[in-house]
C-alpha cells in the first residue's frame, strides 16, 4: 500500500487515477502537473509509475526526450528492464540514434542484463547511422543470449540487415532461422526491392510457405512502383484479386499511383468503383490518389469535380490537383488553384513549391516566381534544399532572369548534379554558351560526374553558339563517360551541323545512329533549309517529318515558308490544301507577358483584351516609328499572295508584337520587358523587336520555342543565328 500526503490509503500504483490521466494527455502543459502529483503522493517512487511516466516523455511524440532523460537521473533504486528499454527506444525515436548505443552499453555495465525488447530499437538505431559493426557486435549479443527465435528480433534483424545493404547476411538469419512467419518474409522482399534486386525479391515472394496477406502483396507492388515498373504492379494487384487476398487502403493508394504514372485510366476506374462499392469514398488519402490518377491520365474535369467535392481538403488534395495541372501542361490554371490555395489560408510545402515552379517557369511568371523564392526564405533553407534550389534555377532561367539564376546558384552551398544542370541548361538557353561550357569544366573538376542531361545542356551551348568542332568534341567524349547518346544528343549535334550549314555531315550522323530520327531531327534539318533557301533538301525533309508526323503543322509551315520564300506559290497552294484535307490544324501563335503578377495571353490580330484600342493604339505608333527608321517587312514570309499592305498588316500583328505594345504601355519606361512565345520568332519579328528595343530603350527578353532573345539597343543576343 502507498499512503498519501494525508496518510490515507490509496488505490495501488497500477489503477492510480493520476496515472490513468497520462493516457488523456497531448502536450508537456498538460503532463507536468499529473507529474506534479504523481511526485507528490510518492507514485514516483514505484518502477511502475515511472515506467508510464518516462513512455510519455520519451516514446510519445507529444513528450519532451530531454525531461525523460532528467527523470531517469532522478531515479535512486536501480531501473528495472522496462525503464532501461523506453530510454533506448527513445533514443532509436530521436535525432540520436548514436545515443542508443551508448546507453546500451551503459546499461550493460550496470549488470542488467537486455532481453527480447532492448534489440530491435537497437537495430533501428545502427541502421539509421550505417553503424555496420555495433549492429554485428549486437547480433553477438542476441545470439549468446539464446534470443534469435524471438519473432520480432528476428525480424528487426533482417531489416538492419537490409537498410545497411548487407542483405546477403540477412538472408543467412533468414534461412538458419525456424521462424518464417509473413511479417520475415515481408521485410526480406521490402529489403531486396530497395536494393533493386527484383528477381531475388519475386523469388521470396513465390516461396513463401505461409498464405501470403495483405502486407506481403503491398511489399511487392509498392517495390514495383518504387522501381518504376509500373504495369507489372498493375499486374500483380490484379494477381492478388484473383487470389482473393483484399486489397487495404495502403494497396489501393499504390496501385493508383500506378494507374497515374502509366496514364492506365481503365484500371484506375476499376479502383474508383471497388472504392465506391466498399463504402471508401470518404477516405481522403483514397479520394487524393484518385484525383492524381485521373489529372496524370488527362481527365482533368473528373479530377477537378472529386477535388471540388471534398469540403476538408488537406494539403496533399491541393499538391495533386496543381501537380495534376503542371504534368499536363495546364500551367495557367495550376497558377489559379495556387493563388486560390494561400487565399483559402492553406500554408504551401515543398511538394507544393516544386509543382508550381515548373508552372511559374513555363508562363514565364516572374513575379510569381519571385514571390515564391521569398516564401521559400522565410520557410525554408533552400540552400539546403537542393530540389528547391534547382526548381528556382530552372525558374529563373526560363522566365528571362537568368543573373537571379545565376545568384540561387552561388547561394547554393551542397550543389546536386541536378543544380549544375540547370544552371548548365539556362546559360545555353540564354547564349552564354562559353560560359556554360566553363561551368561543366568546373562541376567535373569539383568531382561530379555528369549524365545523359549534361551533355545535353552542352550540346546545346554549343548549338546556340554555332560551336561545331567543340560541340563535336563533345558528343564524342561522352563515351568516356559511358553515356551512350540518345535522341536528344543526336538532335543537338545534328542541329549544329544543319544551322552551319553542313547537311552531308548531318545525313552522315543519321546514317550511323543506332535509334531511328524522330520528326524533331528531321524538323531541325527543315528549318535550316529554310535559313539556307534550300528548296531541294526541304522537300526530302520535309517528306521524312512527315512520314513519322502527319499532322505536324510545324513541318507543313515551314515547308510553306521554303516554297513561299522562293515564289512557289503553286507549292504553297498545294501544301496548304493537302494539310487542310488531312483534317490538321495549325498550332495558333501564342505570345504571354506578366505583368503585376498576372500572365497575359495574345493571339495572332487578337482583339479580346480588354486594352485592346490602346494596344493597337500603340502599335499604329511603333509601325509608325519602325517607318521612319527604315524598317521594310518581310512579305514573302506572309503565304498567300496578296497585295503588300494586306501582308504588312498581318506582319504586324503577330502575338508577340501585340504582347510588346502591352508591355509599352503598361511598364514605366526603362523597364525590361519579357515575353514568352510558345513558337519560333519569325524573322520579321525578329529585325522589328531588336529596332524597338532601340526606339524605346528597352530591355525586350523574349523566349521562343528554342531560345532566349535578348534584345539591347538594336542588337539582339542570339547575333540572328537562330
Known sequence: M?????????????????????????????????????????????????????????????????????????????????????????????????????????????????????????????ARIDRINEGKQIHGHVLKLG?????????????????????????????????????????????????????????????????????????IISGHVRLKLFEEAIGLFNEMQRAKIKPDESTLVTVLSACAQSGNLTTGEQIKTWIIDHKLSLKLRLVNGLIDMYSKCNELGKARSLFDSISKKNIITWNVMIGGYTHTHHYK????????????????????????????????A???????????????????????????????????????????????????????????????????????????????EEGFTPDDITFVGVLSACSHAGLVNLGQQYFHSMKDYKIPPKLQHYGCLIDLLARA??????????????????????????????????????EYFATKALELEPENSGAHMLLSNLYAADGKWDDVARIRTKFKDKGSKKIPGCTSIEVDGIVHEFLASDKTHPMSNKIYAMLEEINRLLDEFGHVSDKSLVLYEMEDEIKEGILCQHSERLAIAFGLISTSPGTTIRIMKNLRVCGNCHVATKLISKIFGREIIARDRNRFHHFRNGVCSCMDHW
Open 501 to 538: 550549314g553542313l547537311f552531308e555531315e548531318s545525313m552522315a550522323i543519321i546514317k550511323n545512329m543506332d535509334v531511328n530520327p524522330d520528326g524533331a531531327i528531321w524538323g531541325s534539318l527543315l528549318g535550316a533549309c529554310t535559313f539556307y533557301k534550300n528548296v531541294h533538301l526541304g
Open 2 to 126: 502507498i499512503l498519501s500526503s494525508s496518510s490515507s490509503l490509496i488505490t495501488p500504483p497500477q489503477n492510480h487515477p493520476s496515472l490513468r490521466l497520462l493516457s488523456k494527455c497531448n502536450t508537456m502543459e498538460q503532463f507536468k502537473p499529473i507529474h506534479a502529483q504523481v511526485i507528490k503522493i510518492g507514485l514516483h517512487n514505484y518502477q511502475f509509475a515511472l515506467t508510464k511516466i518516462l513512455q510519455f516523455c520519451a516514446i510519445n511524440p507529444s513528450g519532451d526526450f530531454s525531461y525523460a532523460l532528467s527523470v531517469f537521473d532522478t531515479i535512486e533504486d536501480p531501473p528495472d528492464q522496462i525503464i532501461w528499454n523506453t530510454i533506448i527506444r527513445g533514443y532509436s525515436l530521436n535525432s540520436s540514434p548514436f545515443s542508443a548505443i551508448e546507453f546500451y552499453k551503459f546499461m550493460l555495465l550496470s549488470g542488467v542484463e537486455p532481453n527480447s525488447y532492448t534489440f530491435p530499437p537497437l537495430f533501428k538505431s545502427c
Open 366 to 444: 516572374l513575379d510569381m516566381g519571385k514571390w515564391i523564392h521569398a516564401y521559400i526564405g522565410k520557410k525554408f533553407r533552400e540552400s539546403s534544399n537542393t530540389s528547391l534550389s534547382t526548381s528556382l534555377i530552372d525558374m529563373y532561367a526560363k522566365c528571362g532572369d537568368i543573373e537571379a539564376a545565376k545568384t540561387v546558384f552561388q547561394s547554393v552551398t551542397a550543389k546536386s548534379l541536378a543544380s549544375w544542370n540547370a544552371m548548365i541548361s539556362g546559360l545555353a538557353m540564354h547564349r552564354q554558351s562559353h560560359e556554360a561550357i566553363g561551368l561543366f569544366k568546373n562541376m567535373v
Open 147 to 219: 534470443l534469435c527465435r524471438d519473432a520480432f528480433i528476428h525480424t528487426s534483424l533482417i531489416n538492419f540487415y537490409a537498410q545497411i545493404g548487407e542483405l546477403d547476411d540477412g538472408r543467412l538469419v533468414f534461412d538458419k532461422s525456424p521462424l518464417r512467419d509473413a511479417v520475415s518474409f515481408t521485410v526480406l522482399i521490402k529489403g531486396y526491392m530497395n536494393q533493386g534486386r527484383l528477381e531475388d525479391a519475386l523469388k521470396v515472394f513465390d516461396e513463401m510457405p505461409v498464405r501470403k496477406d495483405v502486407v506481403s502483396w503491398n511489399s
Open 333 to 364: 490554371e495550376a497558377l489559379d488553384l495556387f493563388r486560390t490555395m494561400l487565399q483559402s489560408n492553406y500554408e504551401a510545402n515543398e511538394v507544393t513549391l516544386i509543382s508550381v515552379l515548373p508552372a511559374c517557369a513555363h508562363m514565364g
